[in-house]
């Protein structure tokens, strides 16, 4: 019915050129991972500057992260996934959606604790951050594992597919 509406898809499967999932959610894991780093060396040096760095870089994740899954929930639909790598797609799409609440919940912590007292940082939300990079470092294996092992949109595993090589 609305196939008329939708440009052609090309090799990789997709209606633009190559997949943006990937190059917008890079910018929200550097952002949280340099956030996480800021926190603790501004903790370790008293430069309390870094605490303001840390707080501009969570906002900025927190409003790229629902970017990167608007994109990621396309480009996921429009995978050609195989039996082989659904648990794996499923479980980062959790990740994904989790991730979306957790970072915005930490950020409006972050945003009282920074009204209170923008030159300490309680032990508790410096832990919440450690917790993050293990999710954050999670996800980024999951997301490697669907590119370089599955091959999700790349052409040869998009080809073998069409062909019916792989079901």
């Known amino acids: 019915m609305f196939d008329n509406l939708l440009p052609p898809l090309n090799e990789h499967n997709l209606p ?3 997949t943006i999932h990937p190059i917008v959610v890079h910018f929200v894991i550097a952002m949280v991972l340099f956030a996480v780093v800021c926190d603790f060396v501004g903790l370790a040096t008293r430069n309390y500057k870094l605490y303001e760095v840390s707080w501009w870089n969570m906002c900025f994740a927190t409003v790229s992260i629902f970017i990167a899954i608007i994109f990621g929930q396309i480009e996921a639909g429009l995978a050609l996934a195989y039996d082989a790598v659904e648990s794996t797609l499923s479980l980062h799409t959790l990740i ?4 979306s609440g957790i970072i915005a919940a930490i950020t409006g912590w972050r945003y009282i604790i920074r009204l209170r007292d923008p030159l300490r940082l309680p032990t508790s939300y410096l832990a919440v951050g450690l917790v993050l990079t293990v999710i954050v470092c999670f996800q980024v294996y999951l997301g490697d ?3 370089w092992v599955y091959g999700l949109h790349t052409q040869p595993v998009v080809e073998a597919i069409k062909q019916g090589v792989l079901q």
């Open 16 to 18: 633009y050129p190559d």
């Open 96 to 99: 994904g959606w989790s991730l």
């Open 145 to 147: 594992k669907l590119v």
